[in-house]
């Protein structure tokens, strides 16, 4: 039985159009067939029949993946380039990280940034960046930026200043000697920071004009809370935060060095 079995298997697997396929795996269903047709006590004609059908099937494969290898080819080649790029690019990120610059915030207090021209070019890639021209950090976290600085914080109501939004837009007449904030990103030209009083960080569930705590955050009441706040709270609220992400910044590197 078994130079019969080994007679057959030699035709079809002596042939080229087998050994281009996948011959290993064709050659074991080859052989598991024969197996089954003759434990099914079929006529040695049965088994070579079946097995010529095979061939031809096997035949069809070989040409079609004649027909697609130079397609594969292309895509592997194209592959290639793109790792290729990939290995730039990456390069060129490690370049950037490598060129950032210290920023000073306050004498020795400084920062590690990425120099950028505008916010649109601040990427969400967990870096800190810098825009000079409105002398403010920036991130992007999942892709909203968040730019300021660290403001002051003044203890009492005395010559507060820079604390809320200035109505005026570009036509403030008032310009750099405006006591309140001139955002950069709404009045171009400006380096103003916010700054804040010290009730600040201070919740409060109650909605006064006199009131210049926080109205949001609470998690009880985050869902009311945010369709209470106007558009100042708003963005007091984001530089507010930034302000604390530079301060927890700065405390980490200080207490990294000491
Ligand atoms: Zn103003």
Redesign the pocket.
């Given at each position: 039985m078994r130079c019969v079995m080994h007679k057959i298997l030699s035709k079809y697997i002596s042939q080229t159009t087998m050994l281009r396929c996948t011959s290993l795996y064709i050659y074991k269903v080859i052989f598991i067939i024969i197996i089954m047709e003759i434990s099914n006590n079929k006529k040695m004609d049965s088994v070579v029949k079946t097995l010529d059908s095979i061939s031809q099937r096997v035949t069809q494969i070989d040409n079609y993946i004649n027909e697609v290898r130079p397609v594969i080819l292309s895509v592997k080649k194209e592959l290639s380039a793109f790792d290729a790029s990939c290995g730039t690019w990456m390069s060129v990120n490690k370049q950037k990280q490598r060129n950032k610059s210290s920023i000073t915030i306050l004498g020795n207090v400084k920062l590690d940034a990425i120099v950028v021209n505008a916010l649109h070019q601040v990427k969400q890639d967990g870096e800190l960046y810098y825009i000079p021209h409105m002398d403010h950090f920036a991130i992007n976290i999942t892709g909203s930026v968040f730019h300021g600085g660290i403001g002051k914080i003044f203890t009492d109501n005395k010559s507060i200043e820079k604390i809320k939004d200035?109505k005026?837009s570009q036509s403030?007449a008032?310009?750099n000697n405006?006591n309140?904030y001139?955002d950069p990103v709404s009045f171009p030209g400006s380096k103003d920071i916010r700054n804040y009083t010290s009730n600040s960080w201070q919740y409060t569930n109650e909605k006064s004009k006199s009131n210049k705590g926080r109205t949001f955050g609470n998690i009880t009441t985050i869902e009311t809370d945010a369709q209470l706040m106007t558009a100042d709270d708003i963005n007091k609220f984001y530089d507010q935060t930034m302000h604390d992400i530079l301060c927890s910044l700065v405390l980490k590197k200080i207490r990294d060095s000491n």
């Open positions: 200035c005026f403030c008032k310009q405006c309140y001139h």
